[in-house]
């Protein structure tokens, strides 16, 4: 990057470092710190809650998945409208009236203290790992640029973070989420509406949605029905709603957002708008994956997006093969380039003819240098078989640095920086509310000493920082970490969200009952993804199936009075 791009990237992350540090200004007791004293309005609950959801992740590797694998990613999402329905008229009510800081503490006053605990558990597992994750794909463009171990940036970008979360808890938070939310929208935009005017002279909106459709990208609605294909109409709508259900209702992360609402109306509001915008902005961001591959037929790009890997490969054993592979993809490249002056000529003149046999003929493009990257991807496996063989975090970062401006590298690197700071930062708080509230309260009981609450809060969020980091240090070998954070999320999600919908629904089932469906459905789940092939939505259907039937069954069998819902 140049010296103006660095400027850039460390004027906007100072800007909100300390706009962040300044809004944590009257913290005074645990509510003010923990849900920003229940005083969002809704405009602020929804940008907090997309926020918190639009990671890093979203804007690094959620274009690359559109680059690699089109818009299918998009049906991951279809069942969130209909999730934040059923969480507007069940969840928030219920958390409102009882004044819970967070969600595990209802599953106590409907159980009993075991199964708030489980429930509180599996949460802290697991999003302590998806905020490492949160943490290492900033962490990853960083040790490119810099040149440096990506434990370090780790590290640095934990710090950042943490710096307003620890000082100002959920107020801070929130507000700056919002700032940072709404900057990174306008800037993707740009960098959209940036790479579009970069095409060629003739490449309009026509021709680009074309080139997408040849390519095969155009794939957003898949109606088969498969249990082994991650994205499809089913396994968004069904899969998808229980995930979502689950995320929203029973994420310590998501439910503390919406309980800052200074009303039941406000969190609604903001809940129901993020359910109306999600679906869109996620289409636009993969939209943004597929124009990237448009540009790259025309310019050139690296037959393997990874550098690190690129650099081994070419001083390895396999160097020599690895050339060979590179020069096809030279020359597939200046085929492509011609074949795409005809098929552009015959589509300005009509010509159908010309078209669709120019547009054959860059199909078999396409797909010799698909080939190409699977010897690629051989070649790296044979070299270091523990090695990631997935290049998919690496495909918008190269192509930015590649095509971009002076000065709007920098800015579109501080906006992914900041996203990993409003998910992350909005993670470290939940993981501290529940810290505090469902576990270190409960084993010390009785009154604090003024204050006392509120640094230990602020110890639990460096001890979370922590956790975080080291983590994030070692999460290089898990592939597209778009699909890592949901596939870590849905190991967990559906046994929870069948604890909740038990104590929702199912008045008559009792605590012991509900601990024991929820302990054979988590062990269902992890057996699930180490020993089939079943697509990693369906784990949450699978999950909270398992609790809601198995506790219904074991309370039939041994029927006890449950206590009263809260």
Same mark, same amino acid.
């Given at each position: 990057m140049s010296t103006v791009d660095w400027w850039v990237l460390g004027g906007v992350l100072a800007a909100f470092v300390a706009y962040g540090v300044w809004r944590s200004r009257g913290e005074r007791d645990l509510t003010d710190y923990l849900l920003a004293g229940r005083s969002m309005p809704w405009p602020m609950v929804a940008l907090s809650v997309m926020a918190t959801q639009a990671s890093a992740i979203t804007f690094l590797a959620t274009p690359g998945q559109g680059f690699a694998d089109g818009l299918r990613f998009v049906q991951f999402y279809f069942g969130l409208p209909l999730a934040m329905i059923v969480i507007c008229a069940t969840a928030i009510p219920i958390y409102r009236r009882l004044g819970v800081f967070t969600a595990y503490e209802y599953l106590e006053s409907r159980f009993d203290g075991k199964t708030r605990t489980l429930a509180a558990a599996l949460f802290l597992v697991q999003r302590g790992l998806a905020a490492g994750l949160g943490i290492y794909a900033p962490a990853l463009v960083l040790s490119v640029l810099l040149g440096w171990d990506v434990r370090v940036t780790c590290a640095l970008l934990g710090g950042l973070v943490a710096l307003y979360t620890v000082a100002g808890g959920s107020r801070a938070v929130s507000h700056t989420q919002a700032l940072q939310f709404s900057v990174i929208l306008v800037t993707m935009a740009l960098v959209a509406a940036r790479i579009a005017a970069g095409l060629p002279?003739?490449?309009?909106?026509?021709?680009?949605?074309?080139?997408?459709? &040849?390519?095969?990208?155009?794939?957003?609605?898949?109606? =088969?029905?498969?249990?082994?294909?991650?994205?499809?109409?089913?396994?968004? &709508?069904?899969?998808?709603?229980?995930?979502?259900?689950?995320?929203?209702?029973?994420?310590?992360?998501?439910?503390?957002?919406?309980?800052?609402?200074r009303s039941v109306s406000q969190s609604r509001m903001g809940l129901l708008f993020n359910g109306l915008v999600k679906v869109p902005m996620q289409l636009g961001i993969l939209s943004l994956g597929v124009l990237v591959f448009v540009a790259c037929w025309f310019g050139s790009s690296p037959v393997w997006f990874d550098p690190a890997a690129r650099a081994r490969l070419a001083s390895s054993a396999g160097a020599p093969a690895y050339q060979q592979i590179e020069a096809r993809h030279r020359a597939i490249e200046?085929?492509?380039?011609?074949?795409?002056?005809?098929?552009?000529? @015959?589509?300005?003149?009509?010509?159908?003819?010309?078209?669709?046999?120019?547009?054959?003929? %860059?199909?078999?493009?396409?797909?010799?240098?698909?080939?190409?990257?699977?010897?690629?991807?051989?070649?790296?496996?044979?070299?270091?078989?523990?090695?990631?063989?997935?290049?998919?975090?690496?495909?918008?970062?190269?192509?930015l640095l590649g095509r971009l401006p002076i000065g709007w590298i920098g800015l579109v690197f501080a906006c992914m920086f900041a996203a990993s700071m409003n998910s992350t930062s909005a993670e470290l708080n939940a993981l501290t509310s529940s810290s505090v509230v469902d576990v270190v309260k409960r084993l010390r009981r009785g009154p604090w000493a003024p204050g006392?609450? %509120?640094?230990?809060?602020?110890?639990?969020?460096?001890?979370?920082?922590?956790?975080?980091?080291?983590?994030?240090?070692?999460?290089? =070998?898990?592939?597209?970490?778009?699909? @890592?954070?949901?596939? &870590?999320?849905? &190991?967990?999600?559906?046994?929870?969200?069948?604890?909740f919908l038990t104590a929702f629904y199912l008045r008559g089932v009792g605590g012991t009952a509900v601990f024991v469906g929820a302990l054979a459905a988590e062990a269902a789940v992890l057996a699930c993804f180490h020993f089939t092939k079943i697509s990693f939505l369906w784990y949450n259907v699978v999950g909270c199936a398992l609790v809601v039937g198995v506790a219904a069954l074991i309370q039939a069998a041994r029927p006890r009075r449950a206590r009263a819902p809260a």
């Open positions: 002279r003739g490449v309009g909106p026509g021709e680009t949605v074309a080139l997408a459709g &040849l390519s095969g990208r155009l794939n957003a609605l898949q109606l =088969h029905f498969d249990p082994n294909d991650r994205y499809n109409l089913w396994s968004g &709508l069904i899969g998808g709603f229980f995930l979502q259900l689950s995320y929203f209702g029973a994420d310590q992360s998501q439910v503390g957002r919406y309980l800052t609402g200046e085929e492509r380039r011609a074949r795409l002056s005809e098929w552009l000529a @015959a589509r300005q003149t009509r010509d159908r003819v010309g078209e669709k046999k120019a547009a054959a003929s %860059l199909v078999a493009a396409q797909e010799a240098d698909a080939g190409l990257r699977q010897q690629v991807s051989g070649l790296i496996e044979r070299q270091d078989p523990r090695a990631n063989r997935n290049d998919v975090n690496y495909v918008f970062l190269t192509f006392a609450e %509120l640094w230990l809060s602020r110890l639990m969020t460096l001890v979370w920082t922590g956790f975080a980091v080291i983590f994030a240090e070692s999460a290089s =070998h898990l592939g597209s970490l778009v699909e @890592a954070v949901n596939v &870590l999320g849905s &190991l967990f999600y559906g046994t929870i969200l069948g604890i």
